[in-house]
């Protein structure tokens, strides 16, 4: 082969007059930029093709059901000395099924500078956006609130200016402006909260060296105070609004899933149970495309086999790849995966194959090779568990204080509406399988137990728990404590006494715990409680299934922090009355 002819295309229409580059790195990039330039062209050329054949719609699969992909073209590559090399040689074009495929170590390797990067999706830019207006509203309301409440009337328009800089600058330096905080758990806020204590005690250091800018300590302490709340605030406020977007589907970023089939229909059955996520899948790569029966079951397209997950991810415009762990050679395989989508800016993930374990409770150890991710044991005694103690007889002894009027009228409305008892008892199991009697406004006629087999063919529970929607038992006053289960508020005499906690698994009846096996054995590690998480999940529109898998998941991963959580929903699921009746 002459030397002409060993060039790549792009070069070889050079003027000999030009020289060669000055610098070597120049050529690598002016190579890097033409080969990009022509795998454009080559690609707009295979869509043309593939449009002439019908198989540019995206509906159109092969005749083994698995959608056609092409290879990933070749990129310039450095020798040792630094000069350009040749252009590596286009990939044949193959569909994602066929068999005797090479591995993915055969594919060429993305170059981090020359590979097409995917956008920021323009919703994730308007969500921070959002949020950099409403902290640095926070952070200019709070700095004129501080200065008014300290008497300071040297704070002007420089100061406030000043205060929304400094307060921006700490929340990004404290995490709080991380995507992957956006929309699940509590490290959001907590990240505010560590930049409120950063600036606090800058703030502090500030007037001790006496070079703060104001009269005192007391106006910058009370903005820094007003503004943790303000934001606080306004990022509850922006999560819900992000969370009523990914509800609707929108808001989300597309991921493919990659590894062994079993596991990957738990996970897309798991993520899309959690529409709040903001992981829309959108297809899965399996070791044998042909025979995914149970991914298209649930809906998941099977796109291709392992070794062309990069053209995959291309095609399908994912945003993110997500590894099942469980996979033969996963290790390998997602160290390779991750090597090829360098300088794409698509998110590799890694599925771990743990559920229903908290994210606080799992902790990152390093080895010279590899991480192990330690997880931490369940706390049920010790500071803990006596700060839930101490919280929940507090609360309730404050809310029957407080709520004694709205006691005495509800309890003189039960009574007029028969004549029978105010309050109901029945038999509970608590922690450690001890029984107690749980009170509750009588919401249905006296000797209503009695009629439960008579009606048990209306029954419309979860197999379990009898229940009925339009329940003839119920009376008039009960409908409505009901509604807004307010007949539940008896049982904060069960939290002051120690028999429940306000927050726990549901009260179990002694006849469900007969047929507990060894998980629903650990409801009974905790104190039933007056709300949960089947509280405000759905109540009994819930399966029975589900109401295990909510009790057990609260049992294992409770903190002090979930149970304001859980509060602070219990009062929206009352107000909205779903799954009351």
């Not at 926070?138 to 004129?144: F, I, P, Q």
């Not at 800018?213 to 606080?232: F, I, K, R, S």
């Not at 989508?341 to 150890?365: F, H, N, S, W, Y």
């Amino acid at each position: 082969m002459s030397a002409p002819e060993a060039l790549p295309p792009h070069r070889r229409d050079r003027d000999p007059l030009d020289g060669p580059p000055s610098d070597p790195a120049d050529g690598v990039v002016r190579d890097a930029r033409a080969a990009r330039a022509a795998e454009r062209a080559r690609a707009t050329a295979a869509a043309a093709e593939a449009a002439a054949h019908g198989l540019g719609s995206p509906g159109a699969l092969d005749a083994d059901g698995v959608r056609p992909v092409v290879g990933l073209p070749g990129v310039p590559r450095a020798l040792s000395g630094g000069g350009p090399a040749h252009a590596a040689a286009e990939l044949p074009r193959r569909r994602a099924g066929d068999s005797g495929r090479g591995s993915l170590a055969d594919l060429p390797m993305y170059d981090p500078l020359a590979a097409r990067r995917r956008r920021v999706p323009e919703w994730l830019s308007a969500h921070l956006g959002g949020l950099l207006v409403l902290d640095a509203l926070s952070a200019a309301g709070a700095t004129v609130l501080g200065a008014h409440l300290a008497g300071d009337g040297s704070v002007g328009a420089r100061h406030v200016a000043g205060a929304v800089v400094l307060w921006v600058l700490a929340l990004h330096l404290a995490g709080a402006y991380r995507e992957a905080h956006f929309g699940a758990g509590t490290e959001e806020y907590r990240r505010v909260l560590i930049a409120a204590t950063g600036l606090t005690a800058a703030v502090a250091v500030a007037d001790a060296l006496d070079l703060a800018a104001t009269q005192g300590p007391v106006a910058p302490v009370l903005a820094v105070g007003a503004a943790t709340g303000a934001t606080l605030l306004g990022r509850r406020v922006a999560r819900a609004r992000l969370h009523a977007g990914r509800r609707r589907g929108l808001m989300s970023k597309r991921v493919v899933l990659v590894g062994r089939e079993a596991a990957l229909v738990d996970i897309a059955t798991r993520l899309r149970r959690d529409a709040t996520s903001g992981w829309s899948v959108v297809g899965a790569c399996v070791p044998d495309p042909t025979g995914a029966g149970g991914l298209a079951r649930i809906g998941v397209p099977v796109l291709g086999g392992l070794d062309f997950v990069p053209a995959v991810l291309d095609q399908a415009r994912a945003d993110a790849v997500m590894v099942a762990s469980a996979s033969d050679g996963a290790a390998s395989y997602l160290r390779q995966l991750a090597w090829r989508l360098e300088g794409t800016g698509i998110e590799v993930l890694l599925a771990p194959g743990l559920v229903e374990v908290a994210v606080d409770r799992l902790e990152v150890r390093p080895t010279i090779s590899f991480p192990v991710v330690q997880i931490m044991e369940p706390s049920y005694r010790g500071l803990r568990r006596l700060a839930k103690t101490v919280l929940d007889r507090s609360a309730a002894l404050a809310g029957l204080v407080v709520l004694a009027p709205v006691l005495l009228v509800i309890a003189v409305l039960v009574r007029r509406e028969d004549g029978g008892p105010v309050l109901y008892r029945q038999a509970r199991v608590g922690r450690y399988g001890r029984t107690f009697d749980v009170l509750k406004f009588r919401s249905m006629g006296v000797g209503a137990d009695a009629q439960v087999e008579r009606l048990a063919e209306d029954d419309e529970g979860n197999g379990v728990l009898f229940k009925m929607r339009i329940d003839p038992r119920v009376t008039r006053v009960g409908r409505v404590l009901r509604r807004f289960s307010l007949d539940e508020l008896p049982q904060l005499v069960n939290v002051l006494r120690g028999d429940m906690s306000l927050v726990g698994p549901r009260p179990a009846l002694p006849g469900e715990v007969a047929t507990y096996g060894p998980d629903m054995q650990r409801r009974l590690l905790v104190r039933p409680g007056v709300t949960g998480l089947w509280q405000v999940s759905g109540r009994s529109d819930l399966s029975w299934a589900e109401t295990v898998e909510l009790d057990v998941r609260y049992v294992d991963n409770w903190s002090v922090g979930r149970d304001l959580s859980i509060l602070a929903r219990t009062a929206r699921a009352v107000v909205a009355g779903s799954g009351a009746y």
